[in-house]
């Protein structure tokens, strides 16, 4: 059983997302706070003492795609660009932002790219996902995945962005919900990456769909031509109403993922060791014991020899552990 332990605690107003980075020896978490149009630092490496330790809003010091801060993900870079990045998608700013972070006391704002300019025609509204990735064929270069939720003319699609220089970031290919076999990315939602055992030199990426509340689809996109992005296999089932988050994991040569439906109250494994057949493995519904009404928000951990998946109920209040080590049998724990 695992047992959750409350260590510090910090109020914020209207956090939506957060993700964690190292700088040396310490560890840092950058949160986007949309309602603010603003993102804070924290150091978090003494996590009974967290401290902030630098904010910057929307409008000030350079930072101007921050309108509606959402989604985040850093990366790191070497060579000629070398230090420690986030990319942050701004809903009301149809854009996206790129930070050094690498002085987490001094963040400092780098390009930004609106929609629809220089080619960057599906961050109309950003809001949910953005993934940092590399590909085999070009090891020098970094891009990253931002899913468009609702673009303007109702097209929801994905942006590949090529962040390698984050001071001139350059949009990649684009792809739309109903084009070139493009047939789940209606409401283009999270997005995670992936490998697969049976094709090391191909990179790939999987992102929910919502489309509307009785929308359930998946969609599997092959980016490892940055250029040309091809659309591979589809999933949809009952069990994925509202499909908000996901999150991919690997027991042994067998590559998973498990994805959460919001109106079903439930979550779903799905074998995606082939990209191009999905297979539904087990599944878990909410019940009184557990906290999964609206299940949203996702990510997988291991502790000792067992991986665990850690859910945000969201009209539930709570989080939910559960043991994904066997995706045939999850259970609650």
Same mark, same amino acid.
């Given at each position: 059983?695992?047992?959750?332990?409350?260590?510090?605690?910090?109020?914020?107003?209207?956090?939506?997302?957060?993700?964690?980075?190292?700088?040396?020896?310490?560890?840092?978490?950058?949160?986007?706070?949309?309602?603010?149009?603003? *993102?804070?630092?924290?150091? /978090?490496? @003494?996590?009974?003492?967290?401290? /902030?330790?630098?904010?910057?809003?929307?409008?000030?010091?350079?930072?101007?795609?921050?309108?509606?801060?959402?989604?985040?993900?850093?990366? =790191?870079?070497?060579?000629?660009?070398?230090?420690?990045?986030?990319? *942050?998608?701004?809903?009301?700013?149809?854009?996206?932002?790129?930070?050094? *972070?690498?002085?987490?006391? +001094?963040?400092?704002?780098?390009?930004?790219?609106?929609?629809?300019?220089?080619?960057?025609?599906?961050?109309?509204?950003?809001?949910?996902?953005?993934?940092?990735?590399?590909?085999?064929? @070009?090891?020098?270069?970094?891009?990253?995945?931002?899913? &468009?939720?609702?673009?303007?003319? %109702?097209? &929801? %699609?994905?942006?590949? $962005?090529?962040?390698?220089?984050?001071?001139?970031?350059?949009?990649?290919?684009?792809?739309?919900?109903?084009?070139?076999?493009?047939?789940?990315?209606?409401?283009?939602?999270?997005?995670? !990456?992936?490998?697969?055992?049976?094709?090391?030199?191909? =990179?790939?990426?999987?992102?929910?769909?919502?489309?509307?509340?009785?929308? @359930?689809?998946?969609?599997? !996109?092959? *980016?490892? @031509?940055?250029?040309? $992005?091809?659309?591979?296999?589809?999933?949809?089932?009952?069990?994925?109403?509202?499909?908000?988050? /996901?999150?991919?994991?690997?027991?042994? =040569?067998?590559?998973?993922?498990?994805?959460?439906?919001?109106?079903?109250?439930?979550?779903?494994?799905?074998?995606?060791?082939?990209?191009?057949? $999905?297979?539904?493995?087990?599944?878990?519904?909410?019940?009184?014991?557990?906290?999964? &009404? %609206? +299940?949203?928000?996702?990510?997988?951990? =291991?502790?000792?020899?067992?991986?665990?998946?850690?859910?945000?109920?969201?009209?539930?209040?709570? /989080?939910?552990?559960?043991?994904?080590?066997?995706?045939?049998? !999850?259970?609650?724990?």
């Amino acid at each position: 059983p695992v047992t959750l332990v409350a260590k510090d605690a910090e109020n914020l107003t209207g956090p939506q997302y957060v993700e964690v980075f190292t700088i040396g020896t310490s560890t840092y978490a950058i949160v986007t706070q949309p309602d603010e149009d603003r *993102v804070t630092i924290y150091d /978090v490496s @003494n996590p009974t003492n967290i401290v /902030v330790t630098d904010t910057e809003t929307d409008g000030n010091n350079n930072f101007s795609a921050l309108e509606g801060a959402t989604a985040v993900d850093t990366f =790191t870079l070497t060579g000629t660009y070398a230090g420690t990045y986030a990319i *942050v998608t701004a809903d009301q700013d149809s854009g996206v932002q790129i930070i050094d *972070v690498s002085n987490p006391s +001094a963040i400092v704002a780098k390009d930004k790219e609106f929609d629809p300019d220089n080619g960057f025609t599906k961050i109309y509204s950003p809001s949910r996902s953005a993934e940092i990735f590399t590909v085999a064929s @070009n090891s020098t270069a970094t891009y990253a995945i931002v899913t &468009d939720f609702n673009a303007r003319s %109702g097209t &929801d %699609g994905v942006q590949i $962005i090529d962040v390698s220089n984050p001071s001139a970031i350059v949009a990649m290919d684009t792809e739309e919900d109903g084009q070139n076999d493009f047939d789940q990315l209606q409401g283009a939602f999270d997005a995670d !990456i992936f490998t697969v055992a049976s094709n090391s030199t191909a =990179t790939y990426a999987i992102v929910t769909a919502i489309g509307s509340w009785d929308s @359930n689809g998946i969609q599997i !996109i092959d *980016v490892s @031509n940055p250029s040309a $992005i091809v659309a591979k296999g589809e999933f949809t089932h009952a069990n994925l109403l509202y499909p908000g988050g /996901v999150e991919t994991f690997t027991i042994g =040569t067998s590559t998973y993922a498990i994805v959460t439906g919001y109106t079903a109250d439930t979550v779903q494994i799905l074998d995606i060791s082939d990209p191009t057949n $999905i297979v539904a493995k087990d599944s878990l519904e909410n019940s009184g014991s557990l906290e999964l &009404d %609206g +299940a949203y928000g996702v990510d997988v951990f =291991t502790a000792g020899a067992s991986t665990y998946a850690i859910v945000t109920g969201y009209d539930d209040d709570g /989080v939910q552990i559960i043991d994904v080590s066997d995706p045939t049998d !999850i259970t609650a724990v």
